[in-house]
Nanobody, 119 residues
Framework: QVQLVESGGGLVQAGGSLRLSCAASGSVFSIIVMGWYRQAPGKQREFVASITTGGIINYVDSVKGRFTISRDNAKNTVDLQMNRLKPEDTAVYYC?????????????WGQGTQVTVSS
């Protein structure tokens, strides 16, 4: 199993910045992709950004140019630098890991961290 622990959420004014961090432990050798998702009140959880072990990065269009995902494979951490935040970025942000052990895939989630952007 993989355990994911997020930190770094909080309250910020529109235009401000926050940095989220996620630390993985357990069967980290199995992780292929680490990423961030978010869920706003009354909405479904949505993909925000991901990064593979090899450094391939993807972002949802709404955060391109504002958010930057980075990963430290040695420390088993993934960070999300969020700049020029907007009220619509308000959500609970979840760290995610996707991996494989043998022929079996696995998918794990952190407990979530609240990000609130005031207008």
């Amino acid at each position: 199993q993989v355990q994911l622990v997020e930190s770094g959420g909080g309250l910020v004014q529109a235009g401000g910045s926050l940095r989220l961090s996620c630390a993985a432990s357990g069967s980290v050798f199995s992780i292929i992709v680490m990423g961030w998702y978010r869920q706003a009140p009354g909405k479904q959880r949505e993909f925000v950004a991901s990064i593979t072990t090899g450094g391939i990065i993807n972002y949802v269009d709404s955060v391109k140019g504002r958010f930057t995902i980075s990963r430290d494979n040695a420390k088993n951490t993934v960070d999300l630098q969020m700049n020029r935040l907007k009220p619509e970025d308000t959500a609970v942000y979840y760290c995610n890991s996707f991996g494989r052990i043998g022929g079996v895939t696995n998918n794990y989630w952190g407990q979530g961290t609240q990000v609130t952007v005031s207008s």
